[in-house]
């Protein structure tokens, strides 16, 4: 995993640079809150799918690109949290179990015919 993991939010802050756009701009074209913008760029807001579907629309970069953005930022933080780590590491591999048999009940023994038993009548 990568050690450098930009928050998504220093992406956008650096696209508003580069585009020489303004958050309360950016925040009205793509139909979100000024505050959500300014939470984004500030790392204290994640994107969601719904974000990343207009910063994908808005800035011409595919919706994956801020999707594994933010959950490659997520993995990396993730990795510094010690309690997390320590829960890790308590943790077994699964192990393959051998499939469980179902007990295959015998089938009863078919009841001989009786000799001179009554015959089946014939359907009219």
């Known amino acids: 995993m990568p ?3 930009q928050h998504p939010g ?6 508003i640079d580069e585009y020489n756009l303004s958050p ?14 300014r939470l984004l760029i500030t790392q204290k807001l994640k994107v ?3 974000i990343a579907l207009r910063l994908a629309k808005y800035f011409g970069k595919p919706v994956e690109y801020w999707i594994d953005l933010q959950s490659s930022y997520d993995l990396a933080e993730a990795g510094k949290d010690a309690k997390l780590s320590a829960v890790l ?6 192990k393959k179990q051998p499939p469980k048999t ?8 078919a009841k001989a015919a009786k000799k001179g038993g009554r015959k089946p009548r014939a359907k009219k």
Not at 10 to 15: F, G, I, R, S, Y
Not at 24 to 36: D, R, T
Not at 89 to 94: G, L, M, R, W, Y
């Open 3 to 5: 050690k450098n993991v």
């Open 10 to 15: 220093l992406v956008v802050k650096a696209l």
């Open 24 to 37: 309360a701009k950016v925040a009205e074209e793509i139909q979100l809150s000024q505050s959500s913008i």
């Open 48 to 50: 969601s799918t719904s």
């Open 89 to 94: 590491k308590s943790i077994p591999k699964a």
């Open 102 to 109: 179902k007990a295959v009940k015998a089938a009863a023994p």
